[in-house]
């Protein structure tokens, strides 16, 4: 199951025909931040209506200054996990909402820590018999003001060293939510659930129809609880003026590209305003969570099958696999995992010939290879986004480095690894007398040495595929504004340690990091590994972000 929500990037917008005033197609957000859910999806869905919720494991009181040095009291179901969601009540609401209580735990129950908290001067829900517990006066409004009270939670959270990978409101805190976003760019994930679109709509069922008239008469209007006749609260003509004016339209246009809305109202038609279905609709955040499949065309028209972990991110890595592997090694799918925690997007690719691509599988095969790679970049580029590093194991090690030989156009490049000499390392796997047989009978069948089984034919245009390509002139080709890391390990006995040494002499831009004990796929070293990958990755698009900005 997945831990992180950092990649669904998206806006998912739940309405529900009890509160049809304000439907989806009201929501006029552009083109790009739109999403229809496939009708299959609906009905799989429909099985499961209902999550159980077990108790909380953490909870920790938190409490937050905002800008006004009003104090915001929440609790934080933590998990222990980086990642933090930002969940925020509606109208006269609090952190003990159900809703919000519920949702909290379901995200617990996922591995994900989160934060429910009282906007300032709320707390206090009647239907709940519950206590305000921020600072603050209640006003009716104060949707920018409260807009920035999540603000102060997530520069908190970030000065905490958490980040903040999504928010999440429900009725006025949908319309928050999105006001943050609007305002904010630096939460790539939104959720909003029955926010109002028009907020000149729904006053007169609240203040009846007559409202404006007599806030101009008496200056404001207390609203009374129907059965006691209570004051609930009080609404001034500055509180009125505040929503009237809060324009959710504009707001929707200034989200950020990269913060996708989704419009999923038909899978909670039966749901009402407080969706008692529960948390059945964070199912539809864990399906978005998922990599997405991607497929792309090579130049021999040959279709290339990868997965993109895709977090909003403009950038995009390239990561490639090794021989006779896939998209789905385990080193592969740990690296993409961890760029993605760091709001970086990720594609996971099969080279033709392997995993779930087209093609015939070749011993050699590196420059077509290097220009599978080519296809993604231009496809990533044709979508308007930048592959700002490639990454390559063992073979695609060497791939890559040959790719940034060749083309000059991705600046960084992180080779794990692979192999400098490619005449060394043919005997082991073919045997010594390799060439002698090719010669004699044309190919070579290798074999599992355990079950016997044919694994793969070597021809010996294959081989000489290999013994033809030069790292080291390819490497001596590479421009030298491309940083270029290579990680090894020192008890790797597929390439020997030496060979990342020999690249590290002759490459202009190169950093060497060298894993003590670790084999060939790091397989007992991976906290070491990831760690180095991201730090480098990080750092290098950083600096392309401050040489172009």
Known sequence: MVKSLRNLGAVLLADHPTFWKRPYSHYNFPVHHQFQFPASFNRNFKTTLTMSLNAVNQLQKITVLNHRSEKLVGLLHDTGSKDVVIVCHGFVGGKEHKLAVDLCVALEKEGISAYRFDFSGNGYVMIDNLVRES???????????????????????????????????????????????????????????????????????????????RIKKNGYIDVKCKKTGEVLYRVTEENLMDRLSTDMHEASLRINEDCRCTLADHLFRRSGHFFRAK???????????????MVVVN???????????????????????????????????DICG????????????????????????????????????????????GANRIVSAILGHSKGGNVVLLYASKYHDVRTVVNLSGRYDLKKGIAERLGEDFMERIEKKGFIDVE???????????????????????????????????????VHGSADKTTPVEDAYE?????????????????????????????????????CIQQDKEISG
Not at 148 to 165: F, M, P, Q
Not at 279 to 293: A, D, G, H, R, T
Request: glycine share 8%; charged share 25%; net charge negative.
């Open 135 to 213: 600072d603050g006066a209640w006003a009716y409004g104060n949707y920018m003001k409260e807009a920035e009270d999540i603000c102060a939670v997530v520069k908190h959270l970030n000065g905490a060293n958490r980040i903040v990978t999504a928010t999440v409101g429900h009725s006025k805190g949908g319309d928050v939510v999105l006001l943050y976003a609007s305002k904010y760019h630096d939460i790539h994930t939104v959720v909003n659930l029955s926010g109002r679109y028009d907020l000149k709509k729904g006053i007169a069922e609240r203040l009846g129809e007559d409202f404006m008239e």
């Open 503 to 539: 690249f590290s002499k002759i490459i202009p831009n190169h950093k060497l990091h060298i894993i003590e004990g670790a084999n060939h796929p790091f397989s007992e070293h991976q906290d070491e590994l990831i760690p180095v990958i991201a730090d480098f990755i990080k750092s």
């Open 338 to 381: 961890a760029l993605e925690k760091e709001g970086i997007s990720a594609y996971r690719f099969d080279f033709s010939g392997n995993g779930d691509s087209d093609g015939a599988f070749a011993y050699g095969n590196y420059v077509k290879e290097a220009e599978d790679i080519r296809a993604v970049v231009k496809h990533f580029h």
């Open 299 to 333: 130049d021999q028209s040959e279709k290339l099958v990868g997965l993109l972990h895709d977090t909003g991110s403009k950038d995009v890595v390239v990561v490639c696999h090794g021989f006779k592997s896939s998209k789905e090694q385990e080193t592969m799918v």
């Open 448 to 486: 599992c040495k355990k079950t016997g089984k044919f694994l793969f034919r070597v021809t010996k245009e294959n081989t000489m595929d290999r013994l033809n390509t030069d790292m080291q002139e390819a490497a001596l080709r590479i421009d030298k504004n491309c940083r270029v890391l290579t």
């Open 279 to 293: 948390c059945f609709w964070f199912k539809v955040l864990i399906y978005f969570n998922q990599p997405q499949k």
